[in-house]
């Protein structure tokens, strides 16, 4: 059951976690608490992308953080990724690489994932000595890549919230 307690797409489920929809940004997720949008707009070489990033920071009573999080961006249509397995390979693993050093991160593990029906990428990279790790799971939707992930210390979330969360994403259509 699930009872609507605000416009603008979210909804409370019945387990108290709410959903949210972005109808911009074609998906639903549900998460312990109201994500907030973020929109980044950055001049590439292959002209303006607008990053948006939904995220909720889930504070426990040790003060210790943990940040559920969903971007996507838009590349421009000309790009031709629907046709480039290699570009898409690439571009993954350069997510990969940057946000491994933009964290002095190490790489736990990088594998295919099929997740979302759409052939895409998980990893995991641990930082803090260990201490903390970013799970991220991404994919392209046509020209669009989504990024999908939780950043926390090791015993901040149990397995069951981190798995629940990443099975809840949903596009709204494809």
Same mark, same amino acid.
């Given at each position: 059951m /699930?009872?609507?307690? $605000?416009?603008f797409? /979210?909804?409370?489920? @019945?387990?108290?976690?709410?959903q949210?929809?972005?109808?911009?940004?074609?998906? &639903?997720?549900?998460c312990p608490g109201?994500?907030? =949008?973020?929109? /980044?707009a950055s001049r590439?070489l292959?002209?303006?992308?607008?990053y948006?990033?939904? &995220?909720?920071e +889930?504070?426990?009573?040790?003060? !210790?953080?943990?940040?559920?999080?969903?971007s996507?961006?838009?590349?421009?249509v000309?790009? %031709?990724?629907?046709? *480039?397995?290699?570009?898409?390979? #690439?571009?993954? @693993? #350069?997510?990969?690489?940057?946000?491994t050093q933009?964290?002095?991160?190490?790489?736990?593990? $990088?594998?295919?994932d099929?997740?979302? &029906?759409?052939?895409? +990428?998980?990893?995991?990279?641990?930082? +803090?000595?260990?201490? #903390?790790?970013?799970?991220?799971?991404?994919f392209?939707?046509? !020209?669009?890549?989504?990024?999908? @992930?939780i950043?926390t210390?090791q015993? !901040?979330? &149990? %397995?069951? =919230?981190?798995?629940?969360?990443?099975? *809840?994403?949903?596009?709204?259509r *494809?």
């Amino acid at each position: 059951m /699930i009872w609507l307690t $605000a416009l603008f797409g /979210i909804l409370l489920t @019945q387990d108290g976690w709410i959903q949210l929809t972005s109808t911009d940004g074609n998906f &639903s997720i549900n998460c312990p608490g109201p994500m907030k =949008e973020h929109i /980044i707009a950055s001049r590439t070489l292959i002209g303006e992308i607008k990053y948006h990033t939904f &995220s909720f920071e +889930k504070i426990d009573s040790n003060s !210790n953080t943990s940040i559920f999080m969903v971007s996507y961006y838009d590349y421009p249509v000309d790009f %031709a990724l629907e046709d *480039s397995v290699d570009l898409k390979e #690439a571009l993954y @693993q #350069a997510s990969i690489e940057e946000a491994t050093q933009s964290i002095s991160g190490e790489l736990i593990y $990088a594998q295919d994932d099929f997740s979302y &029906s759409k052939f895409g +990428k998980i990893w995991r990279i641990n930082f +803090k000595k260990g201490a #903390a790790y970013v799970k991220t799971k991404a994919f392209f939707d046509q !020209n669009r890549f989504y990024s999908i @992930q939780i950043v926390t210390t090791q015993s !901040n979330i &149990s %397995a069951m =919230e981190e798995s629940k969360f990443f099975k *809840s994403f949903k596009l709204l259509r *494809s």
